[in-house]
């Protein structure tokens, strides 16, 4: 699934998302506002990585699993799935990518400083998603 096609899975889950916020604790225009960011984020890609992207689900949850949150810090994204490099045949179930609203939300107010936060954090979860570890990304300055 090329990102694109993504970007459409992702319209309609963060519709679904919409629709399960009238908790009245987020307002739905906050919700839809950091939306637009995890959409921006993918759409900036530059093409030759958003095209290889493939079957991969991206979607916006309020919180991570507290057993998943590493000690000592705050989890942003998560990738799950198999990395292109490792898959040897398809298919394949689709790799899942979570962004994280609150915590992005609660290291900025300002609205430039968390888009750039959520375009860090997808470009951190796609890389994972073409094989790229951790500690490369330390050594890319892209951790």
Not at 68 to 96: C, F, I, K, M, S
Request: net charge neutral.
């Amino acid at each position: 699934m090329s990102v694109i096609a993504a970007a459409a899975l992702f319209r309609c889950r963060a519709s679904a998302l919409r629709a399960v916020c009238d908790s009245g604790r987020v307002s739905d225009v906050r919700r839809a506002r950091f939306a637009r960011l995890v959409r921006r984020a993918i759409a900036d890609l530059p093409e030759r990585y958003r095209m290889r992207v493939r079957n991969v689900e991206i979607v916006i949850e309020d919180d991570p699993d507290p057993e998943r949150a590493p000690e000592g810090g705050e989890l942003l994204g998560l990738y799950e799935g198999v990395p292109l490099t490792e898959r040897r045949e398809e298919p394949w179930l689709p790799d899942r990518i979570s962004i994280y609203r609150r915590p992005i939300e609660a290291m900025s107010s300002s609205p430039q400083v968390q888009a750039k936060i959520v375009r860090d954090t997808v470009i951190h979860e796609i890389a994972h998603h073409f094989g790229i570890t951790d500690e490369r990304l330390d050594e890319l300055g892209r951790s």
